[in-house]
T-cell receptor, first 111, second 117 residues
Framework: DAKTTQPPSMDCAEGRAANLPCNHS???????VYWYRQIHSQGPQYIIH???NNETNEMASLIITEDRKSSTLILPHATLRDTAVYYC????????????FGQGTTLQVKP | EAEVAQSPRYKITEKSQAVAFWCDPI?????LYWYRQILGQGPELLVQ????????DSQLPKDRFSAERLKGVDSTLKIQPAELGDSAMYLC???????????????FGPGTRLTVL
């Protein structure tokens, strides 16, 4: 799976959009971009994933650049409960399914 | 929504003792993973099962760690003897479907926090 790079930490004001970037410049054509988050002392939680098109679900939106070398996770109206570590993972179909986590981005939502 | 169950949630043990963790995946999920997460780092895979068979245990310290999933449903991870460096969160996850990028969504349990004194 391709390596991903994320900023170690970010702050966001409550009610504002949180935009979390991820760089995956060596991603291959069959690798999806997955996002998980981990709230303190809990297991990781799946958020969203995509291949090349932008995706949206009830939790977030995922914007993938046309060259697929980077992506942005958007939480449209961040709440205090969105404070967590966010992991961006590039994950290919040839993989057995294991997730390779990096350090992630610690998002702090402030009132 | 169905959840992955783990027990115990917390475990404190002394060095050289044996410990065991239990995981019950979401019903029908054939793939089960055990991850270890050291404080401040992302989770790392220890072992992966497909039904009752081990698919990947390359990162499992086999001299002291063992894992089983006898009937292809719930699973047990054991450490014997525990060492100070084993203090970590042990996470279980499960996944339904076949291998393939669009079905890689994993569901994680709450984890077992192990402290070795």
């Amino acid at each position: 799976d391709a390596k991903t790079t994320q900023p170690p930490s970010m702050d966001c004001a409550e009610g504002r959009a949180a935009n979390l970037p991820c760089n995956h410049s060596t991603i291959s054509g069959n690798e999806y971009v997955y996002w998980y988050r981990q709230i303190h002392s809990q297991g990781p939680q799946y958020i969203i994933h995509g291949l090349k098109n932008n995706e949206t679900n009830e939790m977030a939106s995922l914007i993938i650049t046309e060259d697929r070398k980077s992506s942005t996770l958007i939480l449209p109206h961040a709440t205090l409960r969105d404070t967590a570590v966010y992991y961006c993972i590039a994950h290919g179909s040839s993989n057995t399914g294991k997730l390779i986590f990096g350090q992630g981005t610690t998002l702090q939502v402030k009132p | 929504e169905a959840e992955v169950a783990q027990s115990p949630r917390y475990k404190i043990t002394e060095k050289s003792q044996a410990v065991a963790f239990w995981c019950d995946p979401i019903s029908g999920h054939a793939t089960l993973y055990w991850y270890r997460q050291i404080l401040g780092q992302g989770p790392e895979l220890l072992v992966q099962f497909q039904d009752e068979s081990v698919v990947d245990d390359s990162q499992l310290p086999k001299d002291r760690f063992s894992a089983e999933r006898l009937k292809g449903v719930d699973s047990t991870l054991k450490i014997q003897p525990a060492e100070l460096g084993d203090s970590a969160m042990y996470l279980c996850a499960s996944r339904g479907g076949l291998a393939g990028g669009n079905t890689m969504k994993q569901f994680f349990g709450p984890g077992t926090r192990l402290t070795v004194l």
